[in-house]
């Protein structure tokens, strides 16, 4: 079982970045793929970024290539979520997630959840 708490979230402008980052603790943080999500009032939960145990394969849905980032650092137990120009379509609570096993970007797919950081995009 693993534990994540979010942090890095706030009130930023349009063009604006943020770092989020996601501390793991609890069983060996390299065993498990791990993603964010994020969630705007109303809609479904949507898939952000995902990346492999080590590191060397990333995802990112399409709506953030080229301004959002996914990286990890093993031997600190943390996964961040680097966002660069922001745009108000960002504001969410964002989510970061764990699982053991599967490639599939669905969040059902994943076991274990933190409990979210607001990131609020003024236009």
């Known amino acids: 079982q693993v534990q994540l708490v979010e942090s890095g979230g706030g009130l930023v402008q349009a063009g604006g970045s943020l770092r989020l980052s996601c501390a793991a603790s609890?069983?060996?943080?390299?065993?498990?793929?791990m993603g964010w999500f994020r969630q705007a009032p109303g809609k479904e939960r949507d898939f952000v970024a995902a990346?492999?145990?080590?590191?060397?394969?990333?995802s990112l849905a399409d709506s953030v290539k080229g301004r959002f980032t996914i990286s990890r650092d093993n031997a600190k137990n943390t996964v961040y979520l680097q966002m660069n120009s922001l745009e108000s379509e960002d504001t969410a609570v964002y989510y970061c997630?764990?699982?053991?096993?599967?490639?599939?970007?669905?969040?059902?797919?994943?076991?274990?959840w933190g409990q979210g950081t607001q990131v609020t995009v003024s236009s």
């Open positions: 997630a764990a699982k053991l096993l599967g490639d599939s970007n669905d969040a059902r797919t994943y076991r274990y």
């Open positions: 609890g069983r060996t943080f390299s065993e498990y793929v």
């Open positions: 990346i492999s145990r080590l590191g060397g394969t990333t």
